[in-house]
């Protein structure tokens, strides 16, 4: 149990268009989520958190009209990348709190997207 | 404020040889401690963590940690290391009163040679 996936897992795209990348826990619902950025060989950063139906929290220095993130259900969080441009090239993993008891309960991450502006 | 150091960028260690990464942790109240393994180009995978109770903690393929309080430390270690425990390693400290935000520290890369 406690499974989040995230489509797609890798994109390449041209520099100015948007890219939405998904993020779902696919066996507990998730009123919170959280998305992180990882830079080659560096620690994750984290960027937001989704809140369902609210709007996100971001962290100091991320640009909210750059990554619009949408917390429209349970199990789905989405983020997306607009105008992008070859600095937003990234490994991007989103993660899940699942608040039920049990062995279950914690915070639990995709296996990320790769994004490649070209 | 929450932080997690990890002081060295990479390990190295010899298969066989117990290995140790380091991690440690500034927080408000009390810590919620875990750690991470990342292979290349995959999400992170959990080991362990530290809530409360037994200063030593069991997790996922024979790794361990120690809570040390007095050196805000919270060590991963492994008595004997594996080629295929090479990877990248991170420990995080979860923020009980903000979301349940994770911070992670920088990260140890870890290199087991034959």
């Known amino acids: 149990g406690a499974v989040v996936s995230q489509h797609p897992s890798r994109v390449i795209c041209k520099s100015g268009t948007s890219v939405k990348i998904e993020c779902r826990s696919l066996d507990f619902q998730a009123t919170t989520m959280f998305w992180y950025r990882q830079f080659p060989k560096k620690s994750l950063m984290l960027m937001a958190t989704s809140n369902e139906g609210s709007k996100a929290t971001y962290e100091q220095g991320v640009e909210k009209d750059k990554f619009l993130i949408n917390h429209a259900s349970l199990t789905l969080s989405t983020l997306t990348v607009t105008s992008a441009h070859p600095e937003d090239s990234s490994f991007y993993i989103c993660s899940a709190w699942n608040a039920t008891s049990g062995i279950s309960r914690g915070q639990f991450f995709g296996p990320g997207t790769r994004l490649t502006v070209l | ?114």
């Open chain 2, 1 to 114: 404020a929450q932080s997690v150091a990890q002081p060295e960028d990479q390990v190295n260690v010899a298969e066989g040889n117990p290995l140790t990464v380091k991690c440690t942790y500034s927080v408000s109240g009390n810590p919620y401690l875990f750690w991470y393994v990342q292979y290349p180009n995959r999400g992170l995978q959990f080991l362990l963590k530290y809530i409360t109770g037994d200063n030593l903690v069991k997790g996922s393929y024979g790794f361990e940690a120690e809570f040390n309080k007095s050196q805000t430390s919270f060590h991963l270690k492994k008595p004997s290391a594996l080629v295929s425990d090479s990877a990248l390693y991170f420990c995080a400290v979860r923020v009980l009163y903000n979301f349940n935000k994770f911070y992670f520290g920088s990260g140890t890369k870890l290199n087991v040679k034959p």
